[in-house]
């Protein structure tokens, strides 16, 4: 008696070993054609799923070192590798997060000065020239201060000439008394 397993096993490495050829082709073929080199790409030119690529370290190790290198095939423009184009991409990223960073930036400052100009043409707003406003305000502050000073020095010399005439005057009135028959 023959063992039953025995004769699936063989027609299972049979299949596996025509994949094995399906996906050598495939991989030649975009080779030659300068196609795109990847696990799926090839998988789907080969008709195999991609679970297979990965099952055999082999065949996957073949595939990603032809992705790697360089196309061999002669092109009509300047040859682009993946990492060219992840570098490209990248850039691509980069330019579009600065461009919306200054995007964000400008649109705020917008609504600044749509606000302000709202503000102002509502009534509500302050006058244009608030900081010459400002600056006034500041200067008469400190001409009051000054002024209120000078007052205090006159009051003080009006009570001295003040003190200095009733002194005078009773002065003048005690002799007016001690003269008078």
């Not at 023959?2 to 070993?17: E, L, V």
Request: aromatic share 2%.
């Amino acid at each position: 008696m023959t063992n039953p397993t025995t004769g699936i096993t063989s027609a299972r490495r049979a299949h596996s070993a025509r994949c094995r050829q399906r996906v050598i082709k495939a991989l030649n073929t975009a080779i030659e054609s300068g196609d795109e080199i990847s696990v799926s790409a090839i998988a789907r030119k080969a008709g195999v799923n991609r679970s297979l690529l990965y099952r055999h370290p082999d065949l996957h190790a073949l595939v990603m070192a032809k992705a790697a290198e360089p196309p061999t095939a002669p092109t009509t423009g300047p040859a682009v590798s993946r990492a060219s184009l992840i570098a490209d991409l990248a850039g691509a990223h980069d330019r579009i997060n600065r461009l919306v960073r200054e995007n964000m930036q400008l649109r705020d400052r917008l609504s600044e000065v749509l606000g302000d100009q709202a503000w102002r043409e509502s009534g509500l707003g302050g006058p244009d020239d608030i900081e010459d406003l400002h600056r006034r305000n500041t200067e008469l502050e400190q001409q009051v201060v000054e002024l209120r000073r000078q007052l205090g020095e006159k009051d003080d010399d009006l009570d001295a000439a003040r003190m200095t005439n009733r002194e005078l005057m009773a002065s003048l009135n005690r002799a007016a008394s001690t003269s008078s028959p």
